[in-house]
């Protein structure tokens, strides 16, 4: 994923009674208002985006819940979330090296949200519905504390990032896993453009079902480049899957089922399954030949840089203010 840099300055905040802005969580007594950049303070209550508007912090630490309004832009570099962090429609949420002890969670048509080198609780994508936007969440090198359940967009598990539960994806442009570690199951259901999994541990079930784009477990298919398979844990489930499937170079301790598939499955001889292989019969060629036909783009994370880069400056722009 790119490497990103903050350029932080001061925050701009008003504070108010929550009962003085409907906008504002009702549980909050006391909200900070950030409109601006801001360093290495404390906020002792909640925080709060206004629609439209962009906060940029490094180094602050905010006591309470965050909240992000329809449009809104939050980026924190170094921080510490005390509470949960909630974005609202076309909302954006960007943390490296930043702690976020409670939930994260992007409303229906979120633009996205983005972890670096970050820690979180269980985190959540809400379907799109009617919304125009589709959102995304890539997680590099991070730890989420919980689950991911996604329901839309684009799904990014990269570099070394681990989860402690189980990885839900229903209905996503497409939901890819990288050198990363799943202590739960892994469910993808009905992605638009598929499933890549590559250089990963997937301690519990995985189950691919419905995928229109493909599902790449390992090296040497069509969506993507990576270096090696993975481990899983036990049975892995691929069916009704068209656009190809390829399985190579994995170690599954459990059942390997690729039935129902268009084309046939093309299962490597490398792989080492446990408990056997359960698959539709094809012809040699028809299995070598098996490759999913839309490969990933390059430039799939160009959508966080621009909006974060758009963010930062804007936040910069609004100008110092005292907390």
Same mark, same amino acid.
């Given at each position: 994923? %790119? #490497?990103?840099?903050?350029?932080?300055?001061?925050?701009?905040?008003?504070?108010?009674? &929550?009962?003085? &802005?409907?906008?504002? /969580?009702?549980?909050?007594?006391?909200?900070?208002?950030?409109?601006?950049?801001?360093?290495? @303070?404390?906020? /002792?209550?909640?925080?709060?985006?206004?629609? !439209?508007?962009?906060?940029?912090?490094?180094?602050?630490?905010?006591?309470?819940?965050?909240?992000?309004?329809?449009?809104?832009?939050?980026?924190?570099?170094?921080?510490?979330?005390?509470?949960?962090?909630?974005? $609202?429609?076309?909302?954006?949420?960007?943390?490296?090296?930043?702690?976020?002890?409670?939930?994260?969670?992007?409303?229906?048509?979120?633009? *996205?949200?983005?972890?670096?080198?970050? $820690?979180?609780?269980?985190?959540?994508?809400? %379907?799109?519905?009617?919304?125009?936007?589709?959102?995304?969440?890539?997680?590099?090198?991070?730890?989420?504390?919980?689950?991911?359940?996604?329901?839309?967009?684009?799904?990014?598990?990269?570099?070394?990032?681990?989860?402690?539960?189980?990885?839900?994806?229903?209905?996503?442009?497409?939901?890819? =896993?990288?050198?990363?570690? =799943?202590?739960?199951?892994?469910?993808?259901?009905?992605? &638009?453009?598929?499933?890549?999994?590559?250089?990963?541990?997937? #301690?519990?079930?995985?189950?691919?079902?419905?995928?229109?784009?493909? @599902?790449?477990?390992?090296?040497? *298919? !069509?969506?993507?480049?990576?270096?090696? !398979?993975?481990?899983?844990?036990?049975?892995?489930?691929?069916?009704?899957?068209?656009?190809?499937?390829?399985?190579?170079?994995?170690?599954?301790?459990? +059942?390997?089922?690729? +039935?129902?598939?268009?084309?046939?499955?093309?299962? $490597?001889?490398?792989?080492?399954? #446990?408990?056997?292989?359960?698959?539709?019969? &094809? /012809?040699?060629?028809? #299995?070598?030949?098996?490759?999913?036909?839309? /490969?990933?783009?390059?430039?799939?994370?160009?959508?966080?840089?621009?909006?974060?880069?758009?963010?930062?400056?804007?936040? +910069?722009?609004? *100008? %110092?203010?005292?907390?």
């Amino acid at each position: 994923m %790119p #490497r990103r840099t903050v350029l932080l300055a001061t925050l701009t905040a008003g504070l108010t009674l &929550a009962g003085l &802005a409907a906008a504002v /969580p009702a549980n909050a007594a006391l909200v900070t208002y950030c409109i601006g950049t801001g360093g290495a @303070v404390t906020v /002792p209550n909640d925080l709060y985006v206004p629609a !439209g508007e962009s906060c940029a912090l490094t180094g602050t630490v905010v006591t309470g819940n965050v909240s992000v309004a329809a449009g809104g832009n939050l980026v924190v570099a170094g921080g510490k979330l005390a509470g949960e962090v909630r974005v $609202a429609g076309n909302g954006y949420f960007d943390a490296s090296d930043t702690e976020v002890s409670g939930v994260v969670v992007l409303a229906a048509g979120g633009y *996205g949200v983005y972890l670096k080198d970050a $820690a979180s609780g269980a985190v959540t994508v809400r %379907p799109k519905g009617a919304t125009t936007v589709d959102s995304f969440l890539f997680v590099d090198n991070s730890t989420v504390t919980g689950s991911v359940n996604v329901q839309a967009g684009e799904v990014r598990l990269d570099e070394n990032t681990q989860v402690t539960g189980n990885v839900s994806s229903t209905g996503t442009y497409y939901t890819d =896993v990288h050198d990363s570690f =799943v202590d739960g199951t892994l469910s993808v259901l009905n992605s &638009a453009t598929g499933s890549v999994v590559c250089g990963s541990s997937i #301690r519990g079930k995985a189950t691919f079902a419905g995928n229109l784009g493909g @599902v790449q477990l390992g090296p040497n *298919g !069509g969506l993507d480049s990576c270096a090696s !398979g993975g481990f899983w844990g036990k049975d892995v489930s691929i069916t009704s899957t068209t656009g190809g499937v390829t399985v190579d170079d994995n170690i599954i301790d459990g +059942t390997l089922t690729a +039935t129902g598939n268009t084309p046939v499955a093309a299962i $490597a001889a490398n792989n080492r399954v #446990r408990r056997g292989v359960v698959t539709d019969p &094809a /012809p040699a060629a028809a #299995r070598t030949a098996a490759r999913p036909s839309t /490969p990933r783009d390059s430039g799939d994370t160009d959508k966080a840089d621009e909006r974060r880069t758009d963010a930062v400056q804007e936040a +910069t722009a609004a *100008g %110092p203010a005292d907390l």
